[in-house]
Nanobody, 112 residues
């Protein structure tokens, strides 16, 4: 099982980024997928979840209305569209199933 996150970077407050997660080593279309993040000095936290078909999504209150999780099962890829970014969104972002291994993450920094 492998996850490769990409798309992070430095962005100004109010800006947008789109993260991608390429998954391999399992049947991607059969599993609920999640995005997590870990800010400096803080524990890793759940950010968003999407059902195996993509029909159902759920978000942490801190990102609701600003972030959108989606997936392309034909490409074994998970996405996170992040809009109206705030400095407190600065973190390393990870994708994962509801269990198991982690990828290396992608760094998001929101700063002016």
């Amino acid at each position: 099982v492998q996850f490769v996150e990409s798309g992070g970077g430095l962005v100004q407050p109010g800006g947008s980024l789109r993260l991608s997660c390429a998954a391999s080593g399992f049947t991607f279309s059969m599993f609920i997928m999640r995005w997590y993040r870990q800010a400096p000095g803080k524990e890793r936290e759940w950010v968003a979840q999407i059902s195996s078909t993509g029909e159902a999504t759920d978000y942490a209150d801190s990102v609701k209305g600003r972030f959108t999780i989606s997936r392309d099962n034909a490409k074994n890829t998970l996405y996170l569209q992040m809009n109206s970014l705030k400095p407190e969104d600065t973190a390393v972002y990870y994708c994962r199933r509801t269990f198991g291994s982690w990828g290396q993450g992608t760094q998001v920094a929101v700063s002016s």
